[in-house]
């Protein structure tokens, strides 16, 4: 395949609309607190990062709960004091939404979803990917299921109505074995506070606990934080938890499980100030940004720089190693509208120059390191690298804090396709000529995998790596035909484990530059 784009593929990538990586949501709960709704809120808040569409909140008491949930951020769905006013109770769970799974604009899809059934109020929020939503739902209608949002995340609820086991408990356990992928669940009844983590723990979650004693389940540990909980634990893959008045209960509902922690909540998604399965994710990042700097050095640069946020801690990391000097060359502006909303492409190409500025004096005539945390789509890499060529940087060596992103993820991310990923369709030498940089060097999956240093007895040590290797841990069910049949060259290349970017380096040649 030749090193050059054709002129086909430059044209359809210039249609991209500049797209973040987003993860699906975050999810927050709290037992036993007199505000409730206001905990949840601030929680919620620290959560924020994790999904940007819609936000909700039910709250409620052992005899009825009541909810409110809107499109937007959560300082907009709550913009009126009186709808979080409202929401009296002291037990609550909150949501906050970035959408995979369900259409983004219907507000029926917004979570927490609140069911009122003759014995009991119940309440679900859903952090994750179901890749058997769609067989699971055709037999629950099929059964006479009545579903009020095109969410997977209503499966759960319908599976329960529909089980014959006899207690809840039951019903819930024989429930989630019929899941598959990826998911993590916060539920409240009448009577308690459940947390849910999949067989594979994809995604953490966590426990806290309140001075007063109330109880917190959050997504992130630095929600804890937030609202003044410290840690008591983490909830375990294929594990339920319930909280009630007497205290914490462990509920195993499968023996069948493998750790995967996903990858990319320590490369992107999560806060740095929060732990993963006891790895600090900060440090984490740094650790990636030494391994890159081991793996792709760029001796020959006057500087390193960083794309903020994410990405700042993997810099420092590789300067650190390096040798070379940090320098803050671009800056972010914290106040900015997201890009996808707004009205015509010219406007919405302007997106990178609203969210970063480049420090010219910095960067003016000097060779820089750009470290990135990943390359999805490349259109905003491309752009970033354009504004630092504008501003007068002379080369440029782009350095990504991850492998290559070559494979959809199903189990809570949004990248469903291959055509959307860069890495699926190039090489790293194209890659390099399309985005414009002089170099372009990534962490191998080896090196991510000891930096980052989890010790599961698991594949990978207990780290998720399907999006780089193709490699899925949980079963794909639905989505394995269309993943099969929409396989690129370079994914099927990949699969069998040939070296497709000529990275198997000699003599000291760096893949970067091939």
């Not at 709808?83 to 769970?93: A, F, M, P, Q, T």
């Not at 014995?119 to 299921?145: C, P, W």
């Not at 209960?249 to 499968?254: A, I, P, R």
């Not at 996903?262 to 984490?284: C, G, K, L, Q, T």
């Amino acid at each position: 395949m030749s090193n050059q784009l054709t002129a086909k593929n430059r044209a359809s990538m210039a249609l991209d609309t500049e797209k973040s990586l987003n993860e699906e949501c975050g999810v927050f709960g709290v037992w036993r607190h007199p505000h409730a709704n206001q905990v949840t809120y601030f929680g919620l808040h620290a959560l924020q990062h994790r999904g940007q569409e819609g936000a909700g909140i039910t709250c409620g008491d052992e005899k009825s709960l009541s909810n409110y949930r809107g499109l937007g951020l959560l300082s907009q769905v709550f913009s009126d004091p009186s709808h979080l006013e409202k929401l009296v109770g002291d037990r609550s769970i909150g949501h906050i939404r970035y959408s995979t799974s369900g259409g983004r604009s219907n507000v029926n899809n917004v979570q927490p979803f609140l069911f009122h059934f003759n014995d009991f109020d119940l309440s679900l929020a859903h952090n994750g990917n179901l890749t058997n939503a769609r067989s699971l739902r055709k037999e629950l209608e099929g059964n006479g299921a009545v579903f009020h949002s095109t969410s997977d995340s209503e499966i759960l609820v319908h599976l329960i109505r529909q089980s014959k086991a006899i207690s809840f408990h039951e019903k819930l356990a024989e429930s989630l074995r019929r899941l598959r992928g990826g998911f993590n669940y916060v539920l409240l009844t009448n009577n308690e506070l459940i947390g849910i983590v999949d067989p594979n723990s994809f995604r953490p979650l966590v426990i806290g606990k309140m001075q007063e004693g109330s109880y917190i389940i959050a997504s992130e540990s630095c929600a804890l934080q937030a609202v003044g909980a410290t840690f008591v634990r983490n909830i375990h893959a294929g594990t339920f938890v319930v909280i009630t008045d007497v205290g914490i209960s462990v509920k195993f509902y499968t023996d069948k499980t493998e750790i995967a922690i996903e990858a990319m909540e320590y490369i992107y998604f999560a806060r740095p100030d929060s732990d993963i399965a006891s790895v600090n994710v900060h440090a984490a990042r740094k650790a990636l940004g030494k391994q890159l700097a081991i793996e792709e050095p760029c001796p020959e640069a006057d500087m390193v720089i960083g794309v903020p946020n994410s990405s700042l801690s993997a810099a420092s990391g590789y300067a650190e190693e390096s040798g070379l000097p940090y320098e803050m060359g671009i800056v972010k502006n914290q106040y900015v509208a997201r890009t996808f909303i707004e009205p015509t492409q010219s406007l919405r190409e302007q997106g990178v120059r609203k969210k970063l500025s480049a420090v010219v004096s910095v960067i003016k005539d000097k060779s820089i390191v750009l470290v990135d945390d990943s390359i999805v789509r490349g259109t905003t890499s491309r752009r970033l690298i354009s504004l630092l060529r504008e501003a007068g940087a002379k080369e440029i060596h782009l350095r990504i804090s991850s492998p290559p992103i070559r494979f959809p993820n199903y189990y809570g991310i949004d990248m469903s396709t291959s055509a959307e990923l860069l890495a699926a369709n190039h090489t790293i030498s194209q890659m390099r000529d399309y985005l414009g940089a002089d170099s372009l060097g990534f962490v191998s999956v080896p090196g991510l995998i000891d930096a980052i240093g989890l010790s599961f007895d698991a594949p990978n040590k207990g780290l998720c790596v399907s999006t780089f290797t193709g490699e899925y841990p949980a079963e794909l069910c639905d989505y394995q035909d269309y993943l099969t049949n929409q396989l690129t060259p370079i994914q099927k290349k990949v699969l069998k484990g040939e070296d497709v970017d000529g990275i198997l380096k000699q003599s000291g040649v760096s893949s970067s530059r091939r």
